[in-house]
């Protein structure tokens, strides 16, 4: 069973643990990002929501977080019958999440890890692919 909450922004399998063998969809009818609220509790290896025609399994909130989406893009709920968990609450917003930085000492320098890979490091030094990462 599969449920919308806050004005049909957030899409979630109900209160509690989920149970076995749900099976759900929903259509997004506005495009943007999806994120999750709280921390994403499934099976990690049977119990999963899918996102469009991909057949990519999203089980955490690393991969849900910043997903975007656009108008008519299916999300589906799968569980199988054995392990159940806390299950999931998956909200939509129109603007992107905003990128989380931390910084860390490292010998006498500070780095700042930035995901996912966006903007520019404030120290001009060059950056990976992926993750950004810079010191100065």
């Known amino acids: 069973t599969c449920f919308t909450t806050t004005s049909g922004t957030c899409f979630t399998d109900g209160p509690g643990h989920y149970g076995n ?34 057949t990519t399994r999203y089980q955490t909130n690393a991969q849900i977080n910043g997903l975007a989406v656009t108008s008519g893009t299916s999300i589906a709920w799968f569980s199988d019958v054995s392990v159940t968990g806390t299950g999931f609450v998956v909200c939509a917003s129109a603007t992107a999440p905003p990128t989380t930085t931390a910084v860390v000492r490292v010998g ?29």
């Open 21 to 54: 063998n749900e099976r759900c969809s929903i259509s997004v009818l506005q495009s943007g990002y999806l994120f999750a609220v709280g921390t994403v509790a499934l099976e990690s290896c049977c119990d999963y929501l899918t996102v469009g025609p991909s």
């Open 108 to 136: 006498t320098f500070d780095c700042a890890f930035n995901t996912p890979a966006t903007g520019t490091p404030t120290s001009g030094l060059p950056t990976t692919t992926g993750t950004r990462f810079w010191c100065g």
